[in-house]
C-alpha cells in the first residue's frame, strides 16, 4: 500500500510547481521532499517526474497517481477531520431510568433538544436490573438508577436524593399494618424494593412485600397510581411519580415518622470514552435532579 505522507509530498509538489515551496508548505527540507518522491518512484517500479534542472514536468504515471492521489488526500484529510470533531450540541444519546426520574428528567432534556436540534435524545424507561445491563452492554450512554450496581462495567456517582411516599386510597386517614394487609398491594418493576426501603423502618410487623396480596400491578409509571385512587390497593413511590398524578384528590399521601429517600445514581461504562455530547446531557441530568 503506498505510503500516504509520499504521497502527500507528491501532491503538494505538483500543486506548488517547486521543491523549496513544497519544503515550506509541509515544514520539511528540500532533501526530505526529495526522498519521498523517490521512494514513491521506487515502490511503483516507475519514475512520476522528469526533472529539468530546477523545473519538472509529470511522467503519464505521475499525472496518473497525481489525479487519484489527490482523491485519497482529501479523503483522508475530511476523515481526520471528522475523526477528531466532537461537538458538543450534535449527535445521538441515549438514556435510561426508572419511571419516576424520567417524568421529571425526559421533558428536561426534549427542552434542551429544542434548543440544540442536532442533539438527539433517546429515551427508555426501566428498572435498576435492567438499566446497569443497558449501561454494561453499551446499549446506553447514560443510566439513572437508585441502588448501587453489582456490574464492574458500571460506574456510578451519586448526584440526588429522592424520597420514597406510602400512597393509598383517599379514605385512609393514618394506615395501620392490618388496613395495609387489608388492602393488598399495587406492585410496579422496582415495588419490592420500595416498599422494603419504606415500610421496614416504618412497621415492626414489615419483613418482605409478599406479605401483602398483591392487588395490582403497573410497569407504566403514570399509571400506578390509577388502581390506588380506585380503592383497590396501596404502593410506595417515589415523590415525583407521585407529584406527576393528575387526580390526586383521589389518593392521600402519607408521612410517615420514619422518613426514608433513595439515592439517585448517574452511571456510566467504566471503560470508555465519554464524548463531549454525552457530557453535556450528564450536566444538564445533575443540573435538574439535584433539586428533585
Not at 117 to 124: A, D, M, Q
Not at 192 to 212: D, G, K, M, P, T
Not at 235 to 260: C, G, I, N, W, Y
Amino acid at each position: 500500500m503506498i505510503n500516504p505522507i509520499w504521497l502527500r509530498s507528491f501532491c503538494t509538489l505538483v500543486e506548488m510547481g517547486h521543491f523549496t515551496r513544497t519544503a515550506e508548505t509541509l515544514y520539511m527540507t528540500q532533501s526530505g521532499v526529495s526522498q519521498h518522491i523517490h521512494k514513491l518512484e521506487e515502490y511503483l517500479g516507475q519514475p512520476l517526474l522528469i526533472r529539468e534542472g530546477k523545473r519538472f514536468t509529470l511522467t503519464t504515471a505521475g499525472d496518473r497517481l497525481y489525479h487519484e492521489g489527490r482523491k485519497l488526500i482529501l479523503s483522508l484529510s475530511d476523515l481526520e477531520q471528522q475523526v477528531c470533531l466532537d461537538p458538543t450540541h450534535e449527535g445521538i444519546v441515549k438514556v435510561a431510568s426508572p419511571g419516576s426520574v424520567g417524568l421529571k428528567l425526559y421533558p428536561h432534556l426534549l427542552a434542551l433538544q429544542k434548543h440544540f436540534p442536532k442533539l438527539v435524545i433517546e429515551y427508555r424507561f426501566a428498572p435498576n436490573s435492567e438499566i446497569e445491563k443497558l449501561i454494561a452492554e453499551h446499549k446506553v450512554d447514560i443510566g439513572i438508577m437508585t441502588s448501587r450496581s453489582t456490574l464492574s462495567d458500571v460506574s456510578l456517582k451519586a448526584i440526588a436524593e429522592e424520597e420514597l411516599l406510602l400512597v393509598t386510597p383517599s379514605d385512609i386517614s393514618q394506615p395501620t399494618w392490618h388496613q395495609l394487609l387489608a388492602l393488598g398491594f399495587i406492585d410496579h418493576p422496582d415495588g419490592a424494593y420500595h416498599a422494603s426501603q419504606l415500610l421496614s423502618v416504618n412497621f415492626s410487623e414489615f419483613q418482605n412485600s409478599n406479605q401483602f396480596n398483591r392487588s395490582g400491578f403497573s410497569n407504566q409509571i403514570n399509571l400506578i397510581l390509577e388502581p390506588v385512587g380506585m380503592g383497590l390497593g396501596f404502593t410506595v413511590l417515589p415523590r415525583h411519580a407521585v407529584s406527576a398524578f393528575k387526580e390526586s384528590d383521589k389518593v392521600k399521601v402519607h408521612q410517615l415518622a420514619h422518613q426514608m429517600s433513595e439515592t439517585l445514581y448517574l452511571g456510566i461504562h467504566s471503560n470508555t470514552f465519554t464524548p463531549n455530547r454525552v457530557n453535556t446531557v450528564i450536566a444538564e441530568a445533575e443540573n435538574c435532579l439535584k433539586n428533585i
